[in-house]
């Protein structure tokens, strides 16, 4: 643990529960910058993006608010801000559900899935970078624990 110690600069013998958690949140920090600086000259934040993912896995069906908040991979999100802002980038178009009015409908515009193609490189080649120091078994047995971790 002193790589851990040494990047928060500290002498403290850290509990192996609380150090697991500090390194989590530290490279969750560390992965997210380096992923918002490839998103910053197309302004979409992480969100965002996953967003756009989202919707362009619906293969040009649209989706409501609702299915999309929970596919989110931040289910803190507010995805109806979300949206407004992709809208407001031509990225999306919302529609009413001509079955139920109250339902609103969104759907990925063809501008928005011409910047998933330029953009989709370009996170791929980061998400190799940030995992180039792991080999694929070690990236696989990552997951499993990742996943083990978040079981209830």
């Given at each position: ?9 500290t ?23 380096d ?8 302004d979409?934040?992480l ?15 649209a ?13 803190m ?36 899935l ?28 990552l ?6 971790l978040?079981?209830?």
């Open positions: 643990m002193k790589e851990l110690n040494d990047i928060l600069k002498k403290a013998d850290l509990p192996i529960p609380t150090a697991t958690v500090i390194n989590i949140f530290h490279t969750t920090t560390w992965m997210k910058d992923l918002l600086l490839e998103l910053k000259p197309f979409l934040s969100e965002q993006f996953n967003v756009l993912r989202i919707l362009r896995g619906q293969n040009g069906n989706i409501n608010l609702q299915d999309i908040q929970e596919r989110m991979v931040s289910k999100s507010n995805t109806t801000r979300l949206v407004d802002k992709l809208i407001k980038k031509k990225f999306v178009n919302r529609t009413i559900c001509k079955t139920n009015r109250r339902k609103v409908e969104i759907v990925i515009t063809d501008m928005g011409e910047t998933l193609k330029t953009v989709d490189p370009i996170i791929n080649r980061t998400e190799k970078n940030i995992t180039k120091n792991l080999t694929q078994k070690e990236l696989i047995q997951n499993t624990l990742l996943i083990k978040k079981k209830k």
